[in-house]
């Protein structure tokens, strides 16, 4: 039961709480992890946003944090005495959804765990919800991990309308 499972990571605090509760259903079952980051379009033409006065390699500074993210789960992995290993995707083929899949199918997995941040209305809309997309389109189960209470409402406060705003019609 559960003996490959998957974890995307992408350094937020819910990604955290996901490979916190993969960690303890890994030791649970004696199974062992596989860690993914996704560099995708979107991450990168962020990047060159944060980044636009500057001069550099945008690819290579993303890549080089995502190994430093994986390289940080599998060593906290470790700490628990539970095995993971990890993988990079970077070749811009798919959105980070269609990757997760994939690699869950490839690998194969048993599971995958992602965190959440349980975004409703506004939020969700703006934001989209690729744990809501991998859930849809996974062909294995899916353990959504739902960011505590007040992590979710102060993620949730950044999409509020303010008081007395009216949208047009």
């Known amino acids: 039961m559960y003996q490959r499972i998957l974890v995307p990571v992408d350094g937020s605090s819910t990604s955290s709480h996901g490979l916190g509760e ?7 079952t004696q199974g062992r992890l596989r860690l993914i980051h996704v560099i995708d379009e979107l991450s990168f033409a962020l990047a060159m946003d944060a ?6 390699d945008w690819l290579h500074e993303l890549r080089a944090a995502g190994t430093r993210l994986l390289e940080e789960g599998m060593a906290r992995a470790a700490a628990e005495g539970v095995e993971a290993d990890s993988v990079l995707r970077d070749t811009f083929r798919g959105a ?9 199918a490839s690998w194969p997995a048993d599971l995958i765990v992602l965190g959440t941040h349980g975004r ?3 939020g969700r809309m703006v934001m989209g919800s ?9 062909s294995i189960p899916v353990l959504l991990v739902r960011a505590p209470e007040a992590h979710a409402r102060a993620e ?3 999409f509020e309308m303010p008081s007395g ?3 047009s019609q």
């Open 22 to 28: 993969a960690i303890r259903l890994a030791r649970l």
């Open 120 to 122: 409703r209305g506004l």
């Open 96 to 104: 980070v959804p269609d990757r997760v899949t994939q690699e869950a």
């Open 51 to 56: 980044y636009s006065g500057q001069t550099g």
């Open 156 to 158: 949730a406060a950044r």
């Open 130 to 138: 690729s744990a809501e997309l991998i859930l849809r389109h996974a």
């Open 165 to 167: 705003f009216v949208a």
